[in-house]
């Protein structure tokens, strides 16, 4: 009777095995192969929940290849973690098994479950108690594994371990076929999408375009974010940051700005790692933990809450660019190396096309301002002037042109600071570039640091394409600031950081620029006076106060007016294609008599007017501006009011300065008051041209 039953027995595990023997030849999926274990297999051994893993012989890990629906460990939060996650083969379970060649059996009650892998510790809490491991044959790496699981002990007795010992070669095959398969698809979809990749990325022209191409590409790899591209700048060791997802950080901020702002080297751990590296890496947050002393990186991945990182060089050949970091649990790393490939060779002709637009700007600037001092025709030996003064200032001049040191030029409006600026300038070493001026009274408080220190694209409303500042286009140069007194405080407060660090960022920049740039300032104020109302800095104007040079105003220098009214003569006999020679002895007499209150440029326009006005060989008619009247000659009956009195006081400046009202010789000026006040005044008085003309 008993023989009966075993023989009934083993015909029918016979029947179950051939049947599941007969459905392994049609399976083609994970899905088919799970469903033939859970209803075949199960017909022959009394198993609760069935697992197979596959091997990943590279990294000696291994993880879930297919997963039982129905088991009771799905009912666990961490279950999905516990199926995703690759786990070492050396865990003193997974390795005992694998080095066997029949199914090993674990009782799990004997199992240390607290330092065991998270996927016995889920099933020991689903309730299992029994497990069977059988590494199944086919190759040398016994890449599959079929793993069973019992609610009751003695579940898995010889007669089941005979079975999964008959069924393993055809589970092997029916795996290792669906790998195989799955291999073939996955490259398949990556050629396509690297092929779509590709054409993207050849229309990129600027970092926008760049960065909209990888956002696209990256929404296609689940749960994949780029963190951060860095590159590599000319000195060869900083890493800048060059693209970033920002919404990747907003709940660390305060960490993500502490570390992408800071400077980083080629030499950093994870930058040198990376960049030595000729395949992509995987940074394992835990593991680096748990080394010690792990760099900030670290702390801040982990506070996102990731697992692992990824990252890559960035190359053009042998050459390297940049880095580039993921953010993503898993990515298949011979993807991350073809986008890597691509990415390279797109940040490279970005940056290029970058210089050559910046070099392209930068000739159009130095084209204005070669044109600018083409117009002044100033070179040293034109200075005009012998008289004691003027030698000094040629002696400081001649003391300072070849050092470095910063000069401040000082002296009333008209009186040739920006010619002794050439003058010094072409005196140096650094004549070979050319003078880069800036005007500090011409710009708006709200352009003037634009106007030294650049603005990337897209810093401000406006900022429509990046613009180099004129710190950056004098660079190895001289940059002259004139009117140096008229810059606000807050431009002020950033030109000393300049000066003081030798290095420059530009408006909405994070990258630093060093630049090696002598300055020569010039103003016509009292800048003691301004420190004092607090107006000027104290320690910028000690650090332009290097080496101050006075110029004298021009009716300290009497023997030097009829010098320069000749030069002026002969300058604008060729303009105009005049034949004026000189001048007659009462013009003389009117020249020397005048006291020049615009200096030298006062007197260069009235011999340009006279020169143009005169129609004869000689001058015989000066038309010297008429005195402006005084204080006492202009106060009024006291039946005038304070606005009449203004309004003729006004008036009588407007006739002076031929209603002039702007500039450096205009009457603003004369009247210490900005030209838009002094507008507002015309117009409230009702002032109109036929009064001063």
């Given amino acids: 009777m008993l023989k009966n039953e075993e023989l009934a027995e083993k015909e029918r595990i016979n029947e179950a095995l051939l049947e599941l023997s007969n459905r392994m030849v049609k399976v083609r999926d994970r899905r088919d192969l799970l469903h033939v274990i859970n209803t075949g297999l199960r017909k022959a051994i009394n198993f609760t929940a069935c697992v197979m893993t596959i091997l990943d012989d590279v990294h000696q890990t291994y993880k879930a290849f297919l997963t039982d629906p129905d088991s009771k460990s799905r009912d666990y939060a961490a279950y999905n973690e516990a199926i995703s996650t690759p786990y070492p083969v050396a865990d003193g379970i997974y390795d005992v098994a694998a080095q066997s060649d029949a199914p090993v059996l674990f009782d799990m009650r004997r199992i240390d479950v607290a330092n065991a892998p998270v996927w016995i510790k889920l099933h020991y809490a689903a309730g299992a108690r029994e497990m069977v491991i059988k590494a199944l044959p086919g190759d040398d790496a016994r890449r599959h594994s079929l793993i069973l699981f019992s ?91 060059y693209l970033w997802d920002i919404s990747l950080f907003k709940d660390v901020m ?69 880095t580039m970091f993921f953010l993503s649990d898993e990515l298949n790393l011979s993807l991350l190396k073809g986008l890597c490939a691509q990415i390279s060779i797109a940040i ?76 010094i300038h072409n005196a140096s070493p650094r004549k070979n570039k050319l003078m880069i001026k800036v005007n500090c009274a011409a710009l708006p408080a709200s352009l003037i640091e634009s106007e030294l220190f650049g603005h990337e694209k897209g810093a401000f409303t406006g900022a429509v394409e990046r613009r180099i500042g004129k710190f950056e286009l004098a660079d190895q140069s001289t940059l002259f600031l004139d009117e140096i007194g008229e810059m606000p405080l807050e431009a002020q407060v950033k030109l000393l950081r300049v000066l003081q660090e030798k290095e420059l960022e530009r408006i909405g920049g994070k990258t630093t620029i060093k630049v090696d740039v002598r300055i020569i300032a010039a103003t016509n104020r009292n800048l003691e006076a301004e420190v004092r ?78 020169v143009l006005l005169n129609e004869d060989v000689m001058v015989r008619e000066i038309h010297l501006p008429k005195p402006i009247p005084t204080e006492k000659a202009l106060v009024a009956p006291l039946s005038q009011t304070l606005a009449e009195v203004e309004r003729a006081y006004i008036i009588e400046v407007l006739k002076q300065f031929q209603g002039r009202i702007s500039g450096a010789d205009g009457a603003a000026e004369f009247l210490d008051l900005p030209s838009t006040t002094l507008h507002s005044k015309i117009k409230k008085l009702k002032i109109s041209k036929a009064d001063y003309f």
Avoid at 281 to 295: Q, T
């Fill in 151 to 241: 609610d009751e002990t003695g579940t898995f007795d010889d007669c089941a371990l005979h079975i999964i010992e008959r069924i393993s070669s055809q589970l092997s095959t029916a795996a290792s076929n669906i790998t195989a398969n799955e291999e073939i698809l996955n490259r398949e979809s990556e050629k396509s999408f690297l092929l779509n990749f590709s054409q993207n990325i050849a229309a990129v022209r600027t970092k926008a375009d760049l960065e909209t191409t990888i956002s696209d590409a990256l929404q296609q790899l689940l749960s994949t974010r780029l963190a951060m591209i860095r590159v590599i700048e000319d000195d060869g060791e900083t890493l800048t940051p």
């Fill in 533 to 610: 109302e607090g107006r000027f800095r104290s320690d910028l104007y000690y650090r332009l106060n290097v080496f101050p040079i006075v110029l004298p105003p021009l009716r300290n220098r009497p023997d030097d007016i009829l010098p320069l009214a000749h030069f002026f003569i002969d300058r604008y006999n060729k303009n105009s294609g005049r034949k004026v020679t000189g001048f007659s002895p009462r013009v003389i007499q009117e020249l020397q008599a005048y006291h020049w209150p615009g200096n030298v440029r006062e007197l260069e326009h009235l011999i340009e007017r006279s």
């Fill in 254 to 322: 305060d960490m993500y700005d502490q570390l992408a702002n800071r400077r980083a080297t080629v030499g950093e751990y994870f930058f040198a790692q990376v960049l030595a590296s000729k395949e992509p890496i995987v940074i394992d947050i835990a593991e680096e933990e748990r080394k010690g002393n792990s760099p900030a990186y670290i702390a801040f991945w982990k506070k996102l809450g990731l697992k692992n990182v990824y990252a890559s060089a960035l190359r053009v050949g042998e050459q390297n660019v940049g």
């Fill in 348 to 423: 490279s002709n970005i940056r290029a096309n970058e210089k050559v637009l910046a070099y392209k700007q930068l000739l159009e600037i130095e084209n204005d301002q070669l044109k600018e001092q083409i117009r002044t025709i100033y070179n040293f030996s034109e200075i005009v002037g012998s008289g004691a003064e003027m030698q000094e200032v040629y002696h400081l001049m001649s003391l300072v042109a070849d050092s470095g040191s910063t000069v401040l030029l000082l002296g009333e409006t008209g009186t040739g600071k920006e010619l002794i600026a050439r003058a």
